[in-house]
C-alpha cells in the first residue's frame, strides 16, 4: 500500500458571505488562520481511494460530483507515476467532506442541501483537485494502525447540559520507514468555538488541532482533522471563552490525547500487501413533515430570559433559531433527498462517509464491531441533521432544523452495515 498527502490553500477575499450562523453582522473582514484543502490518498497499485477534508461549512452534492470529475480528469490528464507496475490506476473513489468551520465561506449550506455557489463550485474543486494531485505525486509505501479513545473536556451533547464530557477519538496512523509519516483524525465536535460575531475567516477547531498536532509531531509529519457525527456534539458546555486562545486550549487538549494514543498499541489498519474497496449506495430520505409551534418555543425562551436562567435561554434561543433555519431550506419539490452513503476499506480498515450531520448515536450504532471502523460526517452531499429517531421526541435545535423523517439516520446507518460487510 502506497499513501500521500497533499494541501491547497483556500483564500477567502475580504467581504465573502460566512456561512454557519444566521445571525452574522457582517461578511468576512480578516484572516485568523487560513483555509485549506487536505488530502490523503492510497493506492494498492490497482485501485486508489482518496480523502479530501475541505475547510467550509459544508460540502453539496453539486460540489462533491463537480470535484469528483475534476480529480477524475487531472488523473486522465497526468501521466500515472505512483506505481511503475501499473501505468495507470483503474480508478480513484474521491470523496470530499466538510469541516464544517462556521467561520469560512457560505458554501449552500440549507436544510435539505443546495446549490453551490459557482465561484466556490469552481474553487474548491480546482483546490481537490490541486490536493489529490500532490497526495497522488507524494504517495510512498506506508503501514497504517488505528487508534481509538475517549476525549474527555473538549466536546459534549449540546442540548443537555448535564451530558457527559466526553466523545470517542479515532486516529489513523501512516507509519513510513523513519517513524510517522502523517495521522488522519476523525474528530466528532462541531468546530463551533468562534461565535456568530466572529468575522474572521479560521478552520476554527479543526485548524487549531491540526497545528497543535502537527507542533508535537514534528514538521516532518503531515496532520488532516475530519469530522465525525457531530450533529449534536459541540464546544458549548466545555469551552471557556470563544476567541483564538480558547481555540489553542481546546487544539492542545485534542493534540495532547491524540499524541497520547499513538504512544499506545493500536489496531492493524494495513500492511504493504493489502487492497482497496469501496462502495456506495443510494438511498432517497423521506421529507419532515411536521411544523413546529413558534408561540410556544417563543414563550420558552421568554420565560428562560425572564427567570435569569442563561443556559436555559440559551437552549430556548437556539430552538427558536432551529426553526428559522429549516426555513431556509430550498421549497420541498419532492416528497425524499437523495444521499449517497460510502464506505472504504483499506485493509482491515474501515471508513464510512455519511452526508450531512449524523448524531453521534448513529456512528456508534456502526462501530459497535471488532475491526477498527472510522466514521465521517459531512461527505458528498449535506441533507442537513441526522437526529437519531429517539431524539425526535424532543424539541431540540437539530430537530427543528432537520429536513428529514425520523428514522433516516437509522436506514443511513443499516445501509452502512451492509455495505462493510459488502465491501
Request: charged share 20%.
Amino acid at each position: 500500500m502506497r499513501v500521500g498527502y497533499g494541501c491547497a490553500e483556500l483564500p477567502v477575499p475580504d467581504g465573502t458571505p460566512l456561512g454557519g450562523y444566521i445571525d452574522r453582522p457582517g461578511h468576512s473582514a480578516g484572516t485568523l488562520d487560513p483555509l485549506r484543502v487536505s488530502a490523503v490518498t492510497w493506492f494498492d497499485g490497482e485501485r486508489r481511494f482518496a480523502l479530501a477534508v475541505a475547510d467550509v461549512i459544508c460540502v453539496n452534492t453539486d460540489l462533491a460530483e463537480h470535484a469528483r470529475r475534476a480529480v477524475q480528469q487531472d488523473m486522465l490528464a497526468t501521466p500515472q507515476k505512483a506505481h511503475p507496475a501499473s501505468p495507470r490506476a483503474v480508478g480513484c473513489e474521491v470523496w470530499v467532506a466538510a469541516s464544517h468551520t462556521h467561520a469560512g465561506p457560505e458554501t449552500g449550506c440549507v436544510p435539505g442541501g443546495g446549490a453551490t455557489p459557482l465561484p466556490w463550485l469552481e474553487g474548491i474543486s480546482g483546490a481537490v483537485r490541486a490536493a489529490v494531485r500532490g497526495a497522488v505525486e507524494g504517495e510512498r509505501a506506508a503501514d497504517g494502525t488505528a487508534h481509538r479513545g475517549e476525549l474527555h473536556g473538549v466536546g459534549a451533547d449540546r442540548s443537555d447540559p448535564d451530558a457527559a464530557r466526553t466523545v470517542p477519538l479515532d486516529v489513523i496512523a501512516v507509519w513510513g520507514d523513519d517513524g510517522p509519516a502523517g495521522v488522519v483524525v476523525v474528530l466528532p465536535v462541531h468546530p463551533t468555538v468562534l461565535p456568530a460575531g466572529n468575522l474572521l475567516v479560521s478552520a476554527d477547531l479543526t485548524g487549531a488541532v491540526r497545528t497543535a498536532l502537527r507542533a508535537r509531531l514534528g514538521d516532518g509529519t503531515w496532520v488532516v482533522v475530519a469530522t465525525g457525527a457531530a450533529g449534536n456534539v459541540s464546544t458549548r458546555f466545555t469551552r471557556l471563552g470563544q476567541d483564538a486562545a480558547e481555540l489553542d486550549r481546546l487544539g492542545g487538549l485534542v493534540a495532547d490525547r491524540c499524541f497520547g494514543l499513538l504512544a499506545q498499541p493500536g489496531s492493524l489498519a494495513w500492511t504493504g500487501a493489502d487492497r482497496i474497496r469501496t462502495v456506495r449506495a443510494r438511498r432517497d430520505l423521506r421529507r419532515a413533515q411536521t411544523d413546529a409551534d413558534l408561540g410556544s418555543l417563543a414563550a420558552d425562551y421568554e420565560h428562560a430570559t425572564a427567570a435569569g436562567d442563561p443556559v436555559a435561554a440559551r437552549l430556548a434561543r437556539s430552538r427558536l433559531e432551529g426553526v428559522r433555519a429549516r426555513a431556509l431550506g430550498t421549497p420541498p419539490f419532492t416528497d425524499t433527498i437523495a444521499v449517497d452513503v460510502s464506505v472504504a476499506r483499506v485493509g482491515a480498515l474501515g471508513l464510512v462517509g455519511l452526508p450531512g450531520e449524523p448524531y453521534l448515536g448513529v456512528a456508534e450504532s456502526i462501530t459497535n464491531r471488532p475491526d477498527p471502523i472510522a466514521v465521517l460526517g459531512y461527505v458528498n452531499g449535506y441533507p442537513g441533521y441526522l437526529p437519531t429517531a429517539e431524539a425526535y421526541q424532543r424539541s431540540d435545535y437539530e430537530v427543528l432544523a432537520s429536513a428529514v423523517a425520523p428514522g433516516s439516520a437509522e436506514t443511513l446507518a443499516d445501509t452502512a452495515r451492509q455495505l462493510l460487510e459488502e465491501a
